[in-house]
């Protein structure tokens, strides 16, 4: 089934919907995902992926590898590009082929230079499933059905598998338990958790004015649970500023619901992006000194056995 084949939903608001709910969501899971985040919650997954990598920074062993590269403090724009990108584009392609496989060949290639336990990689597997079905169903234009839900953890399971992640539990529900043990025996405070989140905290305030920086540092507190505020020590969200903003939010999808059904995908790779405005190559894509150690390495090679760079973006769109 081909994954960016046009889809028209013009006949209903709940065209795509009705179509996710025909698909199987073990064998279609692919088309599910491509279908849900980029017809009916190309902003919505966008929000939740964010939401579901400051969790994984809650865990010390993770933030402790993040913070020792120093990547989230000097170049926390392109890590946060170029992991958005190279998720997108495997929910935008699938994973098998094209510029999907590339994309999870580079996830791999950036991964396979460190160490990192299998139970953290099942972790941050795990958020990549549940925080978009728990921030649609909260938020949404719609909650999720039941396929959708499926479709998601099929997907990452079967990217896990690919990614040579051990142990996956085998169900929805088994993995979503296995999950939230996993929170409440590792959560807990360190100060590279409080580096990493606070650095990635300060890249959302340079999205907007500088006048608004008090007001989205408190809104991002807002967004975070109490597990969440103690692993990271983030002062707690002022009185009232969790029920305003989820109200705000949820206003939001109930307007939503009335725009007309949108008739082409979109994805995170379809908006101008801050590190890479004129285009990338999915095979440039990654850490900075790792991206700069290999081409230093392929200069020295002989021209006869460079490979092609990867195609670029730009040249797509």
């Known amino acids: 089934m081909a994954l960016s084949a046009p889809f028209d939903p013009a ?26 985040f980029g017809y009916e919650f190309p902003w919505d997954s966008i929000r939740a992926l964010e939401i579901a990598l400051y969790r994984t920074y809650c865990v010390p062993s993770i933030s402790r590898l993040l913070d020792r ?26 994973y098998e082929q094209g ?3 590339e994309a999870l060949e580079r996830m791999n290639w950036a991964h396979g230079h460190y ?12 958020t990549f499933i549940y925080e978009p079905i728990r921030w649609i169903d909260r938020f949404g234009w719609r909650a999720t059905c039941r396929n959708e839900r499926l479709g998601y953890y099929w997907f990452w399971r079967e990217i896990g598998t690919r990614m040579g992640i051990r142990d996956i539990p085998p169900s929805y ?29 300060d890249l ?47 206003a939001r999808g109930r307007v939503v619901r009335w725009f007309p059904p949108r008739r082409e995908p979109h994805f995170f790779t379809d908006d101008r992006n ?17 991206v700069a150690a290999e081409r ?22």
């Open 11 to 36: 006949s209903s608001r709940w065209a795509v919907l009705r179509a996710i709910e025909q698909l199987d969501p073990e064998r279609d899971h692919q088309r599910i995902v491509h279908l849900s």
């Open 69 to 94: 590269t120093a990547e989230f403090h000097n170049d926390t724009q392109r890590r946060y590009d170029d992991t958005s990108i190279l998720v997108a584009e495997m929910c935008e392609w699938g």
């Open 99 to 101: 510029r999907g496989s």
């Open 115 to 126: 160490q990192i336990s299998n139970d953290d990689f099942l972790y941050v597997l795990s």
């Open 173 to 201: 529900e088994a993995f979503e338990s296995w999950s939230r043990a996993y929170e409440r025996e590792q959560f807990q405070f360190a100060e590279t958790n409080h580096r990493v989140g606070a650095s990635t905290r």
């Open 204 to 250: 959302f305030t340079t999205w907007f004015p500088r006048v608004f920086t008090p007001a989205v540092r408190y809104s991002i507190y807002a967004m975070l649970d109490d597990s969440m505020i103690a692993a990271f020590g983030f002062p707690r969200p002022l009185p009232m500023t969790r029920t305003v903003l989820r109200f705000c939010l949820q």
């Open 274 to 290: 801050r590190t890479h405005p004129g285009g990338y190559r999915i095979a440039e894509l990654g850490p900075t000194r790792l």
């Open 296 to 317: 230093r390495r392929s200069a020295q090679e002989p021209a006869s056995r460079k490979g092609a760079a990867g195609e670029s973006r730009s040249s797509l769109r």
